[in-house]
């Protein structure tokens, strides 16, 4: 029989994972990760001190898997790569997006992910309040997003025409002329896509960025 392998730290984190992909939040325990790994639950506690820690972790392992940008590279692209990985993360592990922002520990992949955004901002000439201002409206945005996304009564990569079929026969045009209008001129036989709004408004956000920006950079700031 093959021996398992050592418990660590990281295993058990990964196994918390699986379990909340699989249940949602509710699910994780020391019990139910120890099961998972096929172990006694106690055998966790060498390497975790409680279920406190073991959701810090997980809450902290989300952050490794969001692709961060380099300090030099340009601040656009930059927060654009960087806010399509975010959602792409936090779309995969639905439990994540509420998670990350209750936990009151911070760890290591936590504190780099936001020194780093920081850092790029700032190496691109943002000051210290515009930086923040900047990082806060697009991970607003990234949140809203995938918050709207995990929500939705369609799927969002191609079902919301599917969906306002269903819904346009109790929208009559003289009570709601401007949802009857989006329907038959934008959404129904154009390949709508309500995923493809992701962007779009990304867009709209950094654009107001580069203006605040450019202002910063011709006062001297």
Same mark, same amino acid.
């Given at each position: 029989?093959?021996?398992?392998?050592?418990?660590?730290?990281?295993?058990?984190?990964?196994?918390? +994972?699986?379990?909340?992909?699989?249940?949602?939040?509710?699910? *994780?325990?020391?019990?139910?990760?120890?099961?998972?790994?096929?172990?006694?639950?106690?055998? %966790?506690?060498?390497? *975790?001190?409680?279920?406190?820690?073991?959701?810090?972790?997980?809450?902290?392992?989300?952050?490794?898997?969001?692709?961060?940008?380099?300090?030099?590279?340009?601040?656009?692209?930059?927060?654009?790569?960087?806010?399509?990985?975010?959602?792409?993360?936090?779309?995969?592990?639905?439990?994540? %997006?509420? %998670?990350?922002?209750?936990?009151?520990?911070?760890?290591?992949?936590?504190?780099?992910? =936001?020194?780093?955004?920081?850092?790029? %901002?700032? =190496?691109?000439?943002?000051?210290?309040?515009?930086? +923040?201002?900047?990082?806060?409206?697009?991970?607003?945005?990234?949140?809203?997003?995938?918050?709207?996304?995990?929500?939705?009564?369609?799927?969002?990569?191609?079902?919301?025409?599917?969906?306002?079929?269903?819904?346009?026969? #109790?929208?009559?045009?003289? #009570?709601?002329? =401007?949802?009857?209008?989006?329907?038959?001129? =934008?959404?129904?036989?154009?390949?709508?896509?309500?995923?493809?709004?992701?962007?779009?408004?990304?867009?709209?956000?950094?654009?107001?960025?580069?203006?605040?920006?450019?202002?910063?950079?011709?006062?001297?700031?």
């Amino acid at each position: 029989m093959p021996r398992r392998p050592a418990l660590t730290h990281d295993r058990i984190i990964e196994a918390a +994972v699986r379990v909340a992909d699989d249940g949602g939040l509710t699910q *994780v325990s020391m019990r139910n990760v120890g099961k998972e790994l096929g172990v006694e639950a106690m055998s %966790l506690y060498h390497h *975790v001190a409680n279920k406190d820690a073991l959701l810090d972790g997980l809450a902290d392992w989300v952050f490794t898997q969001i692709e961060l940008p380099g300090l030099q590279q340009p601040w656009r692209p930059a927060m654009t790569e960087r806010a399509a990985s975010a959602r792409q993360a936090l779309g995969q592990h639905p439990w994540a %997006l509420g %998670l990350i922002e209750s936990r009151r520990a911070p760890g290591a992949a936590l504190l780099r992910h =936001h020194d780093t955004m920081l850092g790029c %901002l700032r =190496h691109n000439g943002f000051s210290p309040a515009l930086a +923040v201002h900047a990082f806060s409206a697009v991970d607003a945005y990234i949140y809203g997003f995938v918050l709207t996304e995990l929500s939705l009564p369609f799927d969002v990569s191609g079902g919301f025409e599917e969906f306002v079929d269903e819904v346009q026969p #109790t929208l009559p045009r003289d #009570t709601y002329p =401007h949802l009857v209008e989006l329907i038959t001129d =934008h959404v129904q036989g154009q390949g709508y896509s309500f995923g493809d709004e992701f962007e779009y408004g990304l867009g709209l956000i950094l654009d107001s960025v580069e203006v605040r920006l450019a202002d910063e950079l011709a006062a001297g700031r």
